[in-house]
């Protein structure tokens, strides 16, 4: 049932029904409208976290995609970190040993980058994306430390080849005449000065003019006459190696110093010059000028029954030709 409201109107006085002027109606049409406006957005800010706004929806959207990037990159960087790892290995077992290399320490190998301090501008962040950044961020580092420590070790190994490779070469390794080994390297008595002394190198006889090679490559140090050694050559084979060639009958053409020898090559002849009692060779090899038994640079030159007999004959004289 509608209620009906009159007001007492002094001009007539009577009762008349109270009636809303257009005003009022006004007025309140725009409070209810406002109450609903004021309503609706109370709403939506209490439901805002459910539904998000389109720009909101569009991040989260973004962001998934970004996170979704961020794991195949770390698999990518996996990936990578195991073809690396590969290369250790093969630089471990196979290069280092090759070249006799001391292995990388285990624990330098292993080494940490950073720390959590590192990293610490991420902090900022608290979304799973940011630790995941934070984890991508240290594999990274990781990778490169590892591949400069991989580049500082086969930089090392390829040192260390080239040097071998100049090696091997250079070392004495060859018989200098084809003759026979009459006196070892050690105490011998000496036939001229006629007392014991250590007979600093061996005695091959080979029949005079007989071709002498040099034993290495190198670059001829001396190309002297006269002395005890009589015409003698010294060679200088790098590393610490010099040979030294005496009592030749004469230098092969062009033999001086400064001139670069490979090994085989001839550069003299079998001779009887300075203190000698026959036509022999003796040969010295020294390292750091310290003499060096000669008959253990053969081993790689001549077989093992070879080198046996030579052995015993060097030890059977005690007697040199000097
Ligand atoms: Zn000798």
Redesign the pocket.
């Known amino acids: 049932m509608h209620r009906r409201l009159f007001v007492y109107d002094e001009q007539s006085c009577s009762f008349v029904e109270a009636g809303f002027s257009p005003t009022r109606r006004y007025v309140a049409f725009l409070g209810f409208f406002l109450l609903g406006a004021v309503l609706s957005a109370l709403i939506l800010w209490l439901l805002s976290p459910v539904l998000g706004t389109p720009a909101e929806t569009a991040l989260r959207a973004e962001n998934e995609a970004l996170r979704r990037q961020m794991e195949q990159t770390q698999d990518r960087i996996q990936s990578l970190q195991a073809r690396l790892e590969e290369l250790v290995r093969r630089d471990e077992e196979l290069y280092r040993v090759l070249l006799g290399a001391r292995p990388v320490d285990p624990e330098v190998r292993q080494a940490a980058v950073g720390g959590a301090e590192a990293y610490r501008f991420l902090n900022v962040f608290s979304s799973p994306a940011a630790a995941a950044l934070r984890q991508t961020l240290k594999r990274l580092d990781q990778l490169e430390r590892q591949i400069q420590l991989q580049q500082h070790s086969f930089a090392e190994l390829r040192r260390l080849l080239q040097e071998r490779e100049k090696l091997l070469p250079a070392l004495p390794a060859i018989v200098p005449v084809q003759g026979t080994l009459v ?1 070892g390297f050690g105490r ?1 008595f000496h036939p001229i000065l006629r007392i014991v002394r250590d ?5 091959f006889i080979a029949p005079p003019g007989t071709p002498v090679y040099a034993t290495g490559d190198g670059i001829v140090l001396r190309a002297e006459t006269g002395g005890g050694y009589g015409n003698h050559i010294v060679i200088e084979h790098g590393f610490g190696y010099t040979t030294l060639y ?2 030749l009958r004469a230098f092969a053409p062009g033999m001086r110093p400064g001139r670069r020898v490979k090994r085989g090559e001839v550069i003299g002849y079998i001779g009887n010059t300075g203190l000698s009692t026959g036509p ?1 060779l ?3 090899v020294r390292r750091f000028d310290r003499p060096l038994n000669p008959l253990h640079f053969f081993l790689a030159d001549i077989s093992p029954a070879r080198y046996q007999a030579l052995r015993e004959a060097a030890e059977r004289s005690r007697l ?3």
């Open positions: 006196s011998r007979h600093e190198g061996v005695d005496g009592h022999h003796h040969y010295e040199s030709l000097d």
